[in-house]
Every structure is written in structure tokens, then in C-alpha cells.
């Protein structure tokens, strides 16, 4: 809906039978990588909702393709790629030290998170509770240039290793590019606000699962930073205040929030999605774009708290932050799920 009003007709015209098999969102070619697709309100959820649980649905077949999960302790690698500010990163890695960290305040991140670790492997393993922020690089200088193709993400990983600042790490390791404000990368704010998929030998010299994502703030927040931004022909709508001040930024972490959800459950890209189709997966994530919280779907955001400031949150995390992070699907309400449910 957010980028193009009649795919949401469309979409709303061939429900379910095209829900499952493919996405009517732009892909920008071969979907060769897992996209947050931008336009982010018009998930399955919305179009599915019912009365008791957002999202829930009998259409919605989650299934489970046998690969692994992401089961031992996790350990986050971030990349910030180009020139950042020092506080716009600060919010970005409280975020991500806030998914195990237990004593933040409920409605909380580590409770996000905790949705999350209800997917297992056919092990019997599940997604690890322990999400560690092991190591960062910091890449000012733009050594790949201010643009960067698809797989111009994995040279960046392969560069950052190359040089020792973050480990090659089988098994735990996770890779996270952040790209600054100013960078721009293929298909950013036209088919995707991040995408998670893993690494080539043949780039990289190893298989490594990775994430990039980036801040639309400059470039299209009205795209990627949604509901800090609004798109003008949705007219009436008001933007929501961001709770860290920075529309980019409070984007990027739903977004963030969305690919660690999704690099946890599929890092492989062969293990939970939904569609048959393993290029075009709709996974744990992707069925709740756009809802936030309690009666959230078709293009309401759902119910979400203020601050004394007016600014938006659903969920708290560690050095008393707040961030306004999108659900994550539930394989056992099978509906989508937050910390601040009202039910
Ligand atoms: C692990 O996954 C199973 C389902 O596969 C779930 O029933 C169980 O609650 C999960 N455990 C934790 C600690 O989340």
C-alpha cells in the first residue's frame, strides 16, 4: 500500500490463493535475497486479521524445511558502513543488547525475542535466547564506494574480515552491515529496506549468515521508516514521533528487528517460511508487517503507547530506551505476537 495503492487491490482480489504462492511486491528483478520489502504496511496480517488474535488465519501455512536454526548463542558482528555519528549508533546497539537482556521493564525486547525462540530445528534445537553483540567494524572511509549493489554487501563483509576486524565465526556468527545515512544500495527504498541471506564462499570464502540494512532517513523515510514517516497521498495519516528522536534510526530498528527474526529462524533460507516458492519466502516477519500492537492490520498500526513526550513505543529496552518494533508471527497462536498484547 505504501508504495503503490493498487497493489493492495490486487492484493486484496486474489487473497488466499495468491497470498501463499507469491508476493505482489516489487522484488527488483530475481529475488534472490530475503527483502523487507518497503510499503511495509500491507502484510498478510493485514488482510487476514481476525477478531481474536492480528493476523491469525488458516491460510497462513508456516512451514518448516529442515534446515538449521540459529541455536547456539548468537554473536551479532555489526559492520557500520560509511560515516556514523556516534549517537545514531548508540540506539541501534541497545536494541540489539536488549533481545537477551532480561531485566528491561514489560513490555520488553528480551519478550519480542522470546516469540522468536518458539521456532526449533529438526534437532530439536530452538533459536537461541542469547543474542551477544561479539564484535564491531567501523568502515568509514567507504572503501567499496557510497553505492553498493547487492553483492556489493558481501564484499563489504568479505573487506571487514579481510582486515580482521570482525572473526570468521561457523556456527554462532552473525553479520549485520549497517549502511549510513548517505549510502545508498541497490534496491534500497524502492524494493527493499533490508535484506538478510548468507554469504558465498566464492565472495566471501565462507557461508555466513548476514543482514544489511540501512538509514532511509534522508533517502526515504516515508518508505523505510514507516510510521515516523508518511507517504503524501496518504493524506490524514499523521507521523508518529520517533521514542530515540531520529526518524532514520527508529526505522532501522524495526527493520533490524525484522531481519534478526528472520536470520534467526531461516538463516539458511531453508528452514521457516511460508510459500512454496524458496526464492520469494514469506517468513516470520514479513506476515506482520505493519502491526505494532493489539487491533494492528490494514494500514492501522495497532495500539502502542507515548511517552511523556508524545513519541511512539511499544516495547522497552536496556539503558532505558523505547522502540516501536513490528510483531513477529507465533507458531503457537499462529498469529502474529508482541510483548504488548492486550490479551
Ligand atoms: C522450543 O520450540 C518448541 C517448538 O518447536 C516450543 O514448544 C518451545 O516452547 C520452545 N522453547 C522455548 C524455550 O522457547
Known amino acids: 500500500?505504501?508504495?503503490?495503492?493498487?497493489?493492495?487491490?490486487?492484493?486484496?482480489?486474489?487473497?488466499?490463493?495468491?497470498?501463499?504462492?507469491?508476493?505482489?511486491?516489487?522484488?527488483?528483478?530475481?529475488?534472490?535475497?530475503?527483502?523487507?520489502?518497503?510499503?511495509?504496511?500491507?502484510?498478510?496480517?493485514?488482510?487476514?486479521?481476525?477478531?481474536?488474535?492480528?493476523?491469525?488465519?488458516?491460510?497462513?501455512?508456516l512451514r518448516y524445511h529442515m534446515g538449521p536454526v540459529l541455536s547456539s548463542p548468537i554473536n551479532l558482528y555489526l559492520i557500520w558502513y560509511g560515516p556514523w555519528p556516534a549517537a545514531l549508533q548508540a540506539p541501534l546497539r541497545d536494541f540489539l543488547l536488549s533481545l537477551s537482556d532480561p531485566s528491561s521493564p514489560a513490555p520488553s525486547v528480551a519478550q519480542?525475542?522470546?516469540t522468536v525462540t518458539l521456532y526449533s530445528d529438526q534437532t530439536g534445537a530452538n533459536v537461541s535466547r542469547q543474542v551477544n553483540v561479539a564484535a564491531e567494524?567501523?568502515?568509514?572511509?567507504?572503501?567499496?564506494?557510497?553505492?553498493?549493489?547487492?553483492?556489493?554487501?558481501?564484499?563489504?563483509?568479505?573487506?571487514?574480515?579481510?582486515?580482521?576486524?570482525?572473526?570468521?565465526?561457523?556456527?554462532r556468527g552473525a553479520y549485520l552491515l549497517l549502511t549510513a545515512p548517505?549510502?545508498?544500495?541497490?534496491?534500497?527504498?524502492?524494493a527493499a529496506c533490508g535484506f538478510h541471506y548468507f554469504t558465498f564462499p566464492s565472495l566471501v570464502g565462507h557461508t555466513l549468515p548476514y543482514a544489511w540494512v540501512g538509514h532511509s532517513g534522508?533517502?526515504?523515510?516515508?518508505?523505510?521508516?514507516?510510521?515516523?514517516?508518511?507517504?503524501?497521498?496518504?493524506?490524514?495519516?499523521?507521523a508518529m514521533r520517533?521514542?530515540?528522536?531520529?526518524?532514520?534510526?527508529?526505522?532501522?530498528?524495526?527493520?533490524?528487528?525484522?531481519?534478526?527474526?528472520?536470520?534467526?529462524?531461516?538463516?539458511?533460507?531453508?528452514?521457516?517460511?511460508?510459500?512454496?516458492?524458496?526464492?520469494?519466502?514469506?517468513?516470520?516477519a514479513d506476515l506482520c508487517e505493519g502491526v505494532y500492537g493489539s487491533g494492528g492490520?490494514?494500514?492501522y498500526t495497532g495500539q502502542v503507547s507515548k511517552d511523556e513526550m508524545g513519541r511512539s513505543y511499544?516495547?522497552?529496552?536496556?539503558?532505558?530506551?523505547?522502540?516501536l518494533v513490528q510483531w513477529v508471527w507465533s507458531p503457537a497462536l499462529k498469529a502474529c505476537r508482541g510483548p504488548n498484547a492486550l490479551d
Request: glycine share 12%; aromatic share 8%.
Open 297 to 299: 492490520g490494514g494500514g
Open 137 to 171: 567494524a567501523h568502515l568509514p572511509g567507504l572503501s567499496r564506494g557510497n553505492s553498493l549493489s547487492r553483492l556489493g554487501v558481501q564484499h563489504v563483509i568479505a573487506d571487514a574480515l579481510a582486515a580482521r576486524a570482525v572473526p570468521v565465526d561457523h556456527g
Open 314 to 323: 511499544n516495547m522497552n529496552g536496556r539503558n532505558g530506551r523505547k522502540f
Open 1 to 61: 500500500m505504501l508504495c503503490n495503492i493498487s497493489f493492495s487491490v490486487f492484493f486484496f482480489l486474489l487473497i488466499p490463493s495468491l497470498l501463499l504462492a507469491a508476493s505482489p511486491f516489487p522484488h527488483g528483478g530475481k529475488a534472490t535475497m530475503k527483502l523487507t520489502k518497503p510499503g511495509s504496511k500491507t502484510g498478510a496480517a493485514d488482510l487476514l486479521s481476525s477478531k481474536r488474535y492480528e493476523g491469525s488465519s488458516d491460510f497462513v501455512h
Open 112 to 114: 519480542w525475542w522470546s
Open 242 to 284: 520517533p521514542p530515540n528522536g531520529d526518524v532514520g534510526i527508529d526505522g532501522m530498528v524495526s527493520v533490524l528487528a525484522h531481519e534478526m527474526a528472520e536470520l534467526s529462524t531461516n538463516p539458511l533460507v531453508n528452514a521457516w517460511y511460508a510459500g512454496e516458492d524458496p526464492t520469494a519466502p514469506t517468513e516470520i
Open 182 to 190: 548517505g549510502v545508498t544500495v541497490q534496491d534500497f527504498c524502492r
Open 218 to 238: 534522508v533517502q526515504c523515510p516515508d518508505v523505510c521508516a514507516y510510521p515516523f514517516a508518511v507517504p503524501t497521498y496518504m493524506a490524514g495519516v499523521g
